[in-house]
T-cell receptor, first 117, second 113 residues
Framework: GAVVSQHPSRVICKSGTSVKIECRSLDFQATTMFWYRQFPKKSLMLMATSNEGSKATYEQGVEKDKFLINHASLTLSTLTVTSAHPEDSSFYIC?????????????FGEGSRLTVL | KNQVEQSPQSLIILEGKNCTLQCNYTVSPFSNLRWYKQDTGRGPVSLTIMTFSENTKSNGRYTATLDADTKQSSLHITASQLSDSASYICVVRVRGGYNKLIFGAGTRLAVHP
């Protein structure tokens, strides 16, 4: 089945540094990818929609300069948390929409646990 | 307002027992409804996708139902196993909303031996 790979799965960084998370669709093309944030025992919260070849669309309340998104190719999107602070610690999940699927099937990555010290 | 509400919030059952999780939605216009299983610290995995015309869909021990009139869906798990312990998330896609998905808060299921 379709696989979405997220890397790294866990990252610990110091406050003030930037962290990049990658999301790759391994066996399908994805013109659209999504980035979510999930707090403990809560459901996924959409942060932004990543569009290949164009700017990302951010949800209300999400800082564009804080969470930089780049969709460099049909199989790769990256989320960079800039100048990370402890409150940015969270579980970040990406999903990719199979461009060739009629139902627009979404496949999720395994998630990336960010801890900012 | 587009909303997806799931119940119960959490559930504990004994191994081998059946259980049913509920999902009520007020999403309009409706495109499809999906159930995902999310293990702790992992990404969600799709269990079923149901469109407007589908009433029942099975995936192994998982059976999802959809009543588009009452805007309710259920996920029935048969003969539960310890590995079924996870969060189950109901997600409704808005038709025409270009990938607009409305997530439920999930039901946390714990299967005990």
């Amino acid at each position: 089945g379709a696989v979405v790979s997220q890397h790294p799965s866990r990252v610990i960084c110091k406050s003030g540094t930037s962290v990049k998370i990658e999301c790759r669709s391994l066996d399908f093309q994805a013109t659209t990818m999504f980035w979510y944030r999930q707090f403990p025992k809560k459901s996924l919260m959409l942060m932004a929609t990543s569009n290949e070849g164009s700017k990302a669309t951010y949800e209300q309340g999400v800082e564009k300069d804080k969470f930089l998104i780049n969709h460099a190719s049909l199989t790769l999107s990256t989320l960079t948390v800039t100048s990370a602070h402890p409150e940015d610690s969270s579980f970040y999940i990406c999903s990719a929409r199979d461009s060739g699927s009629y139902t627009g099937e979404l496949f999720f990555g395994e998630g990336s646990r960010l801890t900012v010290l | 307002k587009n909303q997806v509400e799931q119940s119960p919030q959490s559930l504990i059952i004994l191994e081998g027992k059946n259980c049913t999780l509920q999902c009520n939605y007020t999403v309009s216009p409706f495109s499809n409804l999906r159930w995902y299983k999310q293990d702790t610290g992992r990404g969600p995995v799709s269990l079923t996708i149901m469109t407007f015309s589908e009433n029942t869909k099975s995936n192994g021990r998982y059976t999802a139902t959809l009543d588009a009139d009452t805007k309710q869906s259920s996920l029935h798990i048969t003969a539960s196993q310890l590995s079924d312990s996870a969060s189950y998330i109901c997600v409704v896609r808005v038709r025409g909303g270009y990938n607009k998905l409305i997530f439920g808060a999930g039901t946390r299921l714990a299967v005990h031996p």
